[in-house]
């Protein structure tokens, strides 16, 4: 499917179909008066499940929709959630079960098409009614991925005036000399940032750009390009600088700008893939890209600029999708949600924040000194077909980075407690995903099991459980039984295992994989006598360039949230909150997308 090509020349080719929703949805605007969303009894109540980047310019666009609109006389309430482009995609492909994907949403708006094409894809071959209608969606916001990098390093490479692509990522990656090689050892080697595009749209779409550079084409990409051994070492070459994944280019802008406050931004990173309005956002002091963000931190000392690969890129379209079975009532104010999104205050609120308008246009805040640049991309590249992406992914588990992991999972007595509505407890649920999780290793990877709760073995408080090692079939089998049969009781030694879990990591560090430690804990330090915080986090540095990141979930409504983000931040990898117990799967995905 080619998402820019009804953009071709700023035009757009508008159905009569369309035209007739648009009037019927403009008729309901009859305006409900500023306090609408309090005193409006029997509200028509539309939810939406949109990706990260945009979900609080969407809220803030419905809030001053629904000052507006009824719908039958009846005021209209859109609830915007924060939703994963590829984790939504399964959900809706799955059949999206609330009691582990959140509420259902009425309309869903990933970061690109690309992701519809593939819920269809899902979905063609099985006995499930489709979740969405035929044809193609209609954009609300339009942004280009890019290549972003700290200015003095693309300045180094020739950016603005010299283009430069995914042949010279991959040559920089793979030359041992490493930023030497344009003068500036102080830098070392060439490091990327990218997200797991099972997930996310800037890592999938930064995976298909790979593709299409080594092939010199801007669309036809076949399954046969995918499968050429060729096309796939170049692939490998540039995965091979990847300093971890994930599933959100949040976690890599976030790490960059507290490397940025401690005057070390050229070390963190080299380049990460991410979409222009991002680097905007970054350049604001913003990586949160949360507009009621924008302001409490200062620009960054070192601003990121904006590649856009010379071979080509994808816009990502960002659209309105609504789900199919919506009554009447609903569908008449997704029709009219829709048409405010395209009218002038909703689009210039998203150019205002480093978006293009709905048809590619760019705002006035996509300026040069902005580190962004109006004329590009001067390519733009076609979007494959379902299958050859479905060949993308799955060609990319074997040519990723490989992962040495250590999983650190909490078996204090709190885990004990029964999660409501599942029969299950803490524990039952967490091994369950912990275990499910294991299929996203392929065997290149390394992995290993440990145990902690509090002095459970002599004054030690954890136990190892499988070594670290190859994810063969006889491993992988003895993780899952090993989690099957982890007994649950004891206190939380959390600062001790933390350290030492870091510290193994540390001294079987693998150059050429992702080293990795993950932590689940439902609880605080109980542990008396053992390391404090302060001491904890001294420990984890990676100031020396022998990463070793800390990934951390806190499981449950007594997790100490605040003190397992900054164990991570501390580290370079990231926190995650299942607060909500029955999100533990989801989020063990999430943490596993990083590797």
């Not at 390394?446 to 459970?456: D, H, I, K, P, T």
């Not at 994810?471 to 993780?479: G, I, L, N, V």
């Not at 933390?498 to 050429?512: H, I, P, V």
């Amino acid at each position: 499917m080619d998402v820019s090509s009804s953009r071709k020349g700023g035009r757009r080719h508008v159905p009569a179909f369309l035209l007739v929703v648009a009037l019927a949805a403009a008729s309901v605007l009859t305006g409900c008066g500023p306090d609408a969303q309090n005193d409006c009894d029997g509200a028509v109540r539309l939810r939406m499940a949109a990706s990260q980047d945009k979900v609080g310019l969407l809220q803030r666009a419905a809030d001053e929709f629904g000052k507006k609109a009824a719908v039958d006389g009846k005021c209209v309430k859109v609830t915007v959630d924060s939703k994963n482009s590829g984790t939504a995609m399964q959900a809706l492909a799955r059949g999206w079960d609330e009691t582990v994907d959140g509420p259902r949403p009425d309309v869903w708006s990933p970061a690109s098409s690309v992701w519809v094409t593939l819920l269809r894809q899902r979905v063609q071959n099985t006995d499930k009614a489709p979740p969405v209608a035929d044809g193609a969606p209609q954009p609300i916001m339009t942004s280009p991925l890019t290549i972003a990098m700290p200015k003095p390093m693309a300045e180094v490479l020739g950016w603005p005036s010299k283009a430069v692509g995914w042949s010279d990522l991959a040559k920089l990656g793979t030359d041992p000399k490493g930023w030497a090689a344009y003068g500036h050892p102080e830098w070392g080697e060439f490091k990327l940032g990218k997200t797991n595009p099972n997930l996310s749209t800037s890592g999938l779409n930064a995976t298909v750009g790979a593709y299409f550079a080594i092939t010199g084409t801007t669309s036809d990409l076949g399954k046969e390009d995918i499968a050429n051994p060729k096309n796939q070492a170049f692939v490998r070459n540039i995965e091979r600088s990847i300093v971890h994944y994930g599933d959100t280019t949040l976690t890599f802008l976030a790490n960059l700008l507290r490397a940025d406050d401690r005057g070390e931004a050229l070390s963190y990173i080299s380049a990460v893939t991410v979409e222009e309005n991002s680097v905007w956002a970054y350049n604001q002091g913003n990586p949160t890209l949360d507009p009621n963000q924008l302001g409490k931190h200062g620009k960054p000392k070192t601003p990121l600029v904006a590649i856009y690969p010379k071979e080509g890129t994808i816009m990502s379209d960002h659209p309105y999708v609504p789900m199919n079975g919506l009554d009447p009532e609903k569908k008449r104010a997704s029709d009219a949600f829709l048409t405010y999104l395209h009218g002038q205050d909703a689009q210039t609120l998203f150019q205002k924040f480093g978006f293009r308008d709905y048809k590619g246009g760019p705002g006035p805040n996509v300026t040069q000194d902005n580190g962004l640049l109006r004329d590009q991309p001067a390519t733009k590249l076609t979007v494959p077909q379902a299958s050859v992406l479905d060949a993308v992914l799955e060609t990319w588990g074997e040519l990723r980075k490989p992962a040495k992991v250590l999983l650190v999972v909490d078996r204090s007595g709190s885990m004990r407690e029964e999660v409501a509505g599942t029969g299950k407890s803490k524990g039952d649920l967490a091994k369950e995903a912990a275990a499910e999780s294991l299929g996203e290793f392929r065997g290149h990877d390394e992995v290993g099991l440990w145990m902690f709760s509090a002095q459970l073995d002599g004054q030690q408080d954890w136990k190892e459980l499988v070594p670290v090692a190859s994810m063969d079939a006889a491993h992988r089998a003895s993780m899952r039984s090993s989690l099957s049969r982890m007994t649950l009781s004891g206190a939380t030694g959390l600062y001790n295992t933390t350290a030492a879990a870091y510290d193994t990591m540390r001294a079987g560090r693998e150059e050429d994989s992702i080293n990795a430690v993950v932590v689940l804990t439902d609880g605080q330090n109980e542990r008396q006598g053992g390391l404090d915080l302060n001491t904890l986090l001294g420990k984890l540095s990676n100031k020396d360039g022998e990463a070793v990141r800390v990934f951390t979930i806190g499981y449950g409504a007594n997790a100490d949230q605040q003190v397992l983000r900054q164990i991570a931040e501390a580290a370079d990898g990231a926190a995650y909150d299942s607060s909500d117990a029955n999100s533990i799967r989801e989020v063990f995905q999430e943490v596993i997308s990083n590797f």
